[in-house]
């Protein structure tokens, strides 16, 4: 039983933090900057992370930054306002996203831009015998190592990694919780702790601070993420890029330096 639930948590905390280090808060946001090399090697650890739902950092990128802009209002790709559960809500959030994944449609200019981008991964992530030769690793690995049919019952959750994720965040995180800020949108922090998806919880701190590198704004908080960040950054791999940080309470007179960049909005 140990080795399926450790395998368990190991993906499920493994694909979240790629999801909010590198799709999140470098491929949407660009907080912080990093060489063409190591950006190839997150972009082939995200896809290792995901395997079988993985998602490009370009349909990635781009729903959020539309979701950041439009932050739920009938234009934002996945607003829990508009949506009776979470299950319509993210089968119309796979539309909007295949078709930028894709490349079926072109999105504003402004959501185009600098995107981290691999073609040949990218093809091998959406690849469906890719997909499923993964989803054969999950499985044998229960086969293998599972000692109750009970245990089975987690295995699906392994096929679609990536999104379950998403979900969560997007239906808990503009739903459940507490405010810090009176921001337009409905964001909200869903717990103190976030161990769940590895700060993504902080939904209401993240949009009204969205280029802050830490999601995490009161003595309570904690963004597990976030030290991952500064030991990167401490070790030259990656650049902070904003000096950016959390306010709590906010104080009117940073209202101009917390403008966001256009491509961050
Ligand atoms: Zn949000
Ligand atoms: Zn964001």
């Given amino acids: 039983m140990l080795p399926v639930l450790l395998f368990f948590v190991a993906h499920w905390q493994i694909s979240v933090f790629f999801q909010t280090f590198f799709l999140h808060r470098y491929g949407a946001h660009k907080q912080f900057t990093m ?16 395997g079988s739902s993985f998602l490009s950092p370009r349909g990635y990128a781009i729903l959020h930054r ?3 802009a439009y932050s739920d209002t009938e234009k934002d790709p996945h607003s829990p306002l508009f949506y009776k559960n979470v299950f319509t809500m993210m089968l119309a959030t796979k539309k909007r996203y295949d078709a930028f994944a894709y490349y079926r449609e072109t999105a504003e200019p ?4 600098d995107l981290p981008s691999w073609p040949l991964l990218e093809k091998i992530g959406q690849n469906w015998a890719a997909r499923l030769a993964w989803i054969g690793v999950y499985t044998a690995f229960y086969v293998h190592f ?3 049919p009970w245990l089975f019952a987690l295995l699906p959750a392994h096929f679609i990694m990536g999104p379950i994720h998403g979900a969560i965040v997007n239906w808990c995180g503009h739903k459940y919780g507490y405010r810090n800020y009176q921001s337009k949108d409905v964001s ?5 702790f976030d161990f769940l998806t590895a700060g993504e919880l902080f939904q209401n701190n993240h949009h009204e601070f969205s280029m802050s590198p830490n999601f995490a704004a009161r003595r309570f908080e904690i963004d597990p993420t976030y ?3 500064v030991l990167l950054d401490k070790l030259g791999i990656i650049h902070i890029a904003t000096p950016q940080r959390m306010r709590y309470p906010r104080r009117p007179e940073s209202e101009t330096e917390l403008e966001t960049p256009v491509a961050a909005e």
Wanted: glycine share 2%; net charge positive; with cysteine.
């Fill in 146 to 148: 599972a000692t109750s």
């Fill in 227 to 229: 030290p991952a960040i």
């Fill in 66 to 68: 539309m979701h950041h």
């Fill in 188 to 192: 909200r922090n869903t717990l103190f």
């Fill in 35 to 50: 060489s063409k090399g190591w950006e190839r090697f997150f972009f082939l650890c995200t896809y290792i992370a995901q």
């Fill in 110 to 113: 402004r959501f185009e831009a």
